[in-house]
């Protein structure tokens, strides 16, 4: 099975400006975290998405959301970006029959 | 409150020595405990999972819910265990989030 793909891989943007990026998970798996990396912070749980409907958020500002699809794929938007929201995003699927979540590659954004 | 703790930021040793990475945690209520691996460049992996009381790559992991211990240990390093590593945690109770620590750098020296 081809594994958790994320699109784009590299991001630059500017304080102010929002971003959407997007993930699909291995085939057959109906549930879609995010998750933040940073070297401060380490890694931080967004939110889950199951069948369309999130499951579970993270302490983070309304500004981060998300959204899934019928097909499972995710998206994940920062609006009015800050130099903070500079990280790795991760994104990783489940199977609802297990606990283990398989990650993708992550988008790495530079907010400048 | 559910949290991971990593005490080590780096730990070095020598190829062939043992190694053991610490995890302590605190969980109110039945967690599963994970082991995930990011070697360079690479996307993060699971490594091992409690339940599955199996050995990757030489690891195994023992959970101690008396002492709220999940460490990682190998009798013998090898130089492709270089990455860096996490322990992680999730439970029904709070929607099967995964909760991680710091990380440990593993640097094997030959």
């Known amino acids: 099975k081809a594994g958790v793909t994320q699109t784009p891989r590299y991001l630059i943007k500017t304080r102010g400006q929002q971003v959407t990026l997007s993930c699909s998970p291995i085939?057959?798996?109906?549930?879609v975290s995010w998750y933040q990396q940073t070297p401060g912070q380490g890694l931080q749980f967004l939110f889950e998405?199951?069948?369309?409907?999130?499951?579970n958020k993270g302490n983070f500002p309304g500004r981060f959301s998300g959204r899934q699809f019928s097909n499972s794929r995710s998206e994940m938007n920062v609006s009015t970006l800050e130099l903070g929201d500079s990280a790795l995003y991760l994104c990783?699927?489940?199977?609802?029959?297990?606990?283990?979540?398989?990650f993708g590659p992550g988008t790495r954004l530079l907010v400048l | 409150a559910q949290r991971v703790t990593q005490p080590e930021k780096l730990l070095s040793v020598f190829k062939g020595a043992p190694v053991e990475l610490k995890c302590n945690y605190s969980?109110?209520?039945?967690?599963?405990l994970f082991w995930y691996v990011q070697y360079s460049r690479q996307r993060l992996q699971l490594l091992l999972r409690?339940?599955s009381r199996e050995s990757i790559k030489g690891f195994t992991a023992d959970l101690n819910k008396g002492e709220t211990s999940f460490h990682l240990k190998k009798p013998f390093a090898q130089e492709e265990d270089s990455a860096m590593y996490y322990c992680?945690?999730?439970?029904?109770?709070?929607?099967?989030?995964?909760?991680f620590g710091a990380g440990t750098i593993l640097r094997v020296k030959s």
């Open positions: 990783a699927s489940r199977a609802m029959a297990d606990e283990t979540q398989y």
């Open positions: 085939s057959g798996h109906r549930s």
């Open positions: 998405y199951f069948s369309e409907t999130q499951r």
């Open positions: 969980y109110s209520g039945s967690p599963e």
């Open positions: 409690h339940i």
């Open positions: 992680a945690l999730s439970g029904r109770e709070y929607g099967n989030k995964l909760v």
